[in-house]
């Protein structure tokens, strides 16, 4: 079946309190963030649609009013991802393994200072850990599209809807493996995070049935979770949604950015902390495999960047690793 333990998964994230609360103030603001945009828009294109001849123009005022709150809104998140990801997300990885190796971490807000100080020692600047996160989803979504091992194991006819199915279930699947190589590469105290990415994804690779497995299966167990939470905050959202005059459309619209929220900020932590158990025991002890790297560079010209800026990498001045790490 699976290869990862939910429980120690969740001990794991609790024992990083502040960053399950850090995560909760960051998605869930962006929530609410879209709940005051979008509000406020479908406010003033109301307000502007009485001034219309149309009986419909109010409505209709506000829908486009709200969509563009939508729009601004989406767009200012856009321009920030690469320092949520950097302040939030791999700083929150970096404890993360530190905890999944025994090792102890300060508590309370110095365990965010922790994280944080970990990540700009290995990466040095936001847009590295973002363009390598960059190249390794492109990576991944290009060797994913070579495999089609599910039209290999199932040719009838009659069942390419349940193969669609599948192969959609590991797409989503593949959404917290580029953070996997991220936290390959905080574990290893990368020098060269390009190069490392590089031998991460060839592990990846040479064992990915067995990564595919634990992901799909850890993927619907999240999203069956999601859905849950979108049905219990779906009511209190339409009476939200009502005080803006919203219909159905904004209701579930507002009930899924939540539970979105939820998801990013409870779930994926433990999703996380279960296939860094699965990726770290399964290529422990060995090397990336000459064979693969070759499929690789065959399959994917992201992965053929990854080596070039790799062999051009030009680290800058060492960093002190943060206090406390025994």
């Known amino acids: 079946m699976w290869d990862f333990s939910f429980s120690k998964a969740i001990g794991m994230v609790l024992k990083t309190l502040p960053f399950v609360v850090l995560r909760m103030l960051v998605y869930f603001g962006i929530g609410f963030a879209y709940l005051v945009t979008v509000g406020a828009g479908a406010l003033v294109g109301y307000g502007f649609g009485h001034v219309g001849s149309s009986p419909d123009a109010p409505a209709g005022g506000a829908f486009w009013g709200g969509l563009i709150g939508f729009g601004v809104t989406s767009a200012v998140l856009y321009l920030a991802r690469e320092y949520i990801l950097y302040l939030v ?30 990540v700009k020692t290995h990466f040095t600047e936001s847009s590295v850990l973002f363009g390598v996160d960059q190249l390794i989803k492109g990576v991944l979504r290009a060797f994913f599209n070579t495999i089609n091992f599910f039209t290999a194991f199932l ?20 959404t917290y493996v580029d953070e996997i190589i991220l936290a390959y590469l905080i574990r290893t105290r990368t020098t060269n995070p390009w190069k490392t990415a590089e031998e991460g994804l060839i592990l990846y690779a040479q064992n990915y049935k067995h990564f595919l497995k634990n992901a799909a299966w850890l993927s619907v167990f999240l999203w069956v979770l999601t859905i849950l939470v979108f049905v219990v905050i779906v009511g209190p959202v339409a009476a939200l949604a009502a005080v803006i005059h ?8 507002f009930a899924i950015i939540f539970a979105w929220a ?37 399959a994917s010209g992201k992965f053929r960047e990854l080596g070039a800026k790799a062999a ?12 406390a790490t025994t």
Request: charged share 15%.
């Open 89 to 118: 997300k791999a700083a929150h990885i970096a404890v993360l393994v530190e905890i999944l190796d025994g090792k102890q971490i300060p508590g309370g807000q110095g365990q965010i200072s922790y994280g944080t100080q970990f």
């Open 155 to 174: 040719p009838v006819p009659a069942l390419q809807q349940l193969i669609r199915i599948a192969e959609a279930i590991v797409r989503m699947s593949l």
């Open 246 to 253: 919203g219909g159905l459309v904004w209701t579930l619209g």
């Open 262 to 298: 939820a998801k990013a900020a409870l779930l994926e932590p433990v999703a996380i902390a279960c296939l860094m158990q699965v990726y770290f025991r399964t290529i422990e002890g060995q090397t990336p495999n000459a064979e693969w790297q070759q499929r690789l560079e065959q």
């Open 312 to 323: 051009g990498w030009v680290p800058g001045p060492k960093l002190p690793e943060p206090g």
